[in-house]
């Protein structure tokens, strides 16, 4: 079954207001990113996921997916510290905000995504993004329905990864 | 005869009694668990067939191969790597025992650390074996080490320096079949059974290869399927596969500089696709508490209960039933399963058909038992 919450319902984000090319990039570095490609081949949309995208790969993009979620073995995966990841996700959501790119939060790693190591990178990017879709394992201490809340952006709080594909669908 | 020369001899010989003792408790660790591999098998051999030096060690342990005779994939299935990770070897034998294979080919592993399962992990009040019930009557299993035995690879150094980035790590994991790939055939007796699984993936042209493991319930890499960067997408498929299927998985890709893992050399050294799986496994945990046979395949220990209760810290652990064995052992089933459907969808040209197996529901309701001879 598909939560949808809406926290501000007529928020500008909702209802196909997404454009393609898509980007496609973490805020952690966890393999949640290839989950969020998988998801994307599914519903046969124009996008591209690059792990440690920097401002160049913002060229021709009109909307930006950040999936956020720490992971360690991800972060030795791309040879670069914790630190070095928090700097890039500041620098692209950065970008983006300034070449005008909508940006969508897509929280798909539930628990393992959260917690210390995860929660600032969350933050980051719920504090960016327009719209959410959130895993509920991954917001029941209601952590990105409040910050949604905060921001009126809606959120779509869902049981499972796959059910991500209708409100993605919806969204482009 | 003088009295001191009575107790001399009263001394001597309980000495010889409890060396008797010990001697046989010891040597018990040495006779091999009882494999009946199912009909579909085309041939058993050993390590050694890949790297001769292991001829006659502990480290030469059974190859089990089902060859369909029909084209298709090849895969490699190793349980076993670490001992006492019980589910990898039970899931392994789970496959070698059921296993019919339609096209392509299994090559089954059960017991990858052979040299591992001839003693457990000292101070660690690990029982030596498990039994679980068959509808033949009751199987027992040694338990094991998650590394070799000191007895055949001494002493360890105190930095092991992996061959051939030149990582260093613990001594203790000089002995760990899981940090020595890609091996080498003139290095240490973990280095030459590395060498001689990666040189069957080569040689017998392994298309898939699993390495089930499992981990401490607050280890944060649990319930997940680790894979080299080449295979994220196959692996992400297989993660919304299980998802629909309500098993829950993280996915993550092997860290370039972590050298001598599965996940990383495998993949690295030859085409193979490698997949490590791990689930949660109470018995490991620094938390339990009374640790026998029954936390082995139970996996009910009141004091994850009582941390998960706490919420302190994240803990994959059910509080209601535990993490018991059936449980586990299905998860890798169902991992498999799920990994092979998304590399089917992938290389339609090289499909591989397996059957006979059953599904998690059917672990978890009749128990394994009633899936081994």
Same mark, same amino acid.
């Given at each position: 079954m598909l939560l949808f919450v809406t926290t501000?319902?007529?928020? &500008?984000?909702?209802?196909?207001q997404y454009e393609q090319p898509i980007l496609i990039t973490s805020a952690g570095q966890s393999a949640d990113v290839s989950l969020a490609g998988t998801l994307m081949k599914k519903l046969n949309l124009n996008f591209k996921v690059v792990n440690l995208a920097k401002e160049s790969d913002l060229n021709g993009i009109k909307t930006l997916i950040i999936v956020p979620g720490f992971s360690s073995k991800g972060l030795g995966a791309a040879g670069i510290s914790r630190e070095q990841e928090l700097e890039r996700v500041k620098l692209i959501l950065k970008a983006a905000k300034d070449k005008g790119i909508k940006l969508v939060m897509l929280h798909l790693g539930g628990k393992a995504r959260r917690g210390a190591q995860s929660d600032d990178l969350c933050q980051l990017a719920a504090n960016a993004s327009s719209m959410m879709i959130v895993v509920k394992q991954g917001d029941e201490d209601q952590f990105f329905t409040k910050l949604a809340g905060q921001r009126k952006v809606p959120i779509k709080v869902i049981d499972k990864m796959a059910d991500a594909l209708t409100p993605l669908k919806e969204a482009f | 005869m003088k009295r001191h020369v009575l107790v001399a001899i009263f001394l001597l010989l309980s000495v010889v009694t409890l060396t008797g003792i010990a001697s046989a408790d010891f040597l018990r660790m040495y006779t091999a668990d009882i494999v009946h591999p199912s009909d579909a098998a085309t041939k058993k051999s050993s390590l050694s067939e890949y790297c001769p030096s292991l001829k006659g060690t502990s480290a030469d342990t059974p190859v089990y191969y089902f060859d369909s005779k029909r084209p298709g994939a090849t895969v490699l299935v190793l349980g076993g790597t670490h001992p006492n990770e019980a589910a990898g070897f039970m899931a392994a034998l789970l496959l070698t025992e059921n296993i019919t294979v339609d096209s392509g080919k299994f090559i089954i592993i059960p017991q990858a650390c052979g040299s591992g399962f001839t003693c457990t992990d000292p101070l660690?009040?690990? &029982?030596?074996f498990y039994t679980i019930k068959t509808t033949n009557g009751t199987r027992k299993f040694r338990f094991g080490s998650r590394v070799s035995n000191p007895l055949d690879q001494w002493p360890d150094p105190l930095v092991y320096m992996h061959y051939p980035s030149g990582q260093s790590l613990s001594g203790?994991?000089?002995?760990?079949l899981n940090r020595s790939y890609p091996g080498r055939i003139d290095g240490n007796f973990s280095e030459q059974a590395g060498y001689a699984i990666l040189e069957l993936i080569k040689k017998e042209h392994v298309d898939v290869a699993f390495d089930l493991h499992e981990a401490a319930?607050?280890?944060?890499?649990?319930n997940a399927i680790i894979t080299h960067e080449r295979c994220k997408d196959i692996g992400a498929s297989a993660i919304l596969e299980l998802e629909l299927n309500s098993l829950t998985y993280a996915l993550e890709i092997s860290p370039k500089n972590f050298h001598g893992l599965s996940h990383r050399e495998w993949g690295d050294s030859s085409s193979v696709q490698p997949f490590l799986m791990e689930t949660s496994n109470p018995i490991q945990g620094r938390l339990r508490g009374k640790t026998n046979a029954e936390l082995v395949t139970g996996g009910v220990d009141k004091f994850y209960a009582q941390a998960v209760k706490s919420a302190k810290f994240r803990i994959t652990y059910d509080s209601a039933n535990g993490y018991p064995l059936k449980v586990r052992v299905a998860r890798h089933i169902a991992g498999i399963q799920a990994i092979l459907t998304a590399y089917n969808e992938t290389f339609p040209d090289k499909k591989i058909y397996f059957s006979n197996i059953p599904s998690y529901d059917d672990i978890n309701t009749k128990g394994i038992g009633n899936f081994l001879k």
């Open positions: 501000y319902a007529k928020s &500008p984000g909702s209802g196909g | 660690e009040g690990l &029982p030596d203790f994991e000089t002995r760990n319930p607050e280890i944060p890499i649990i």
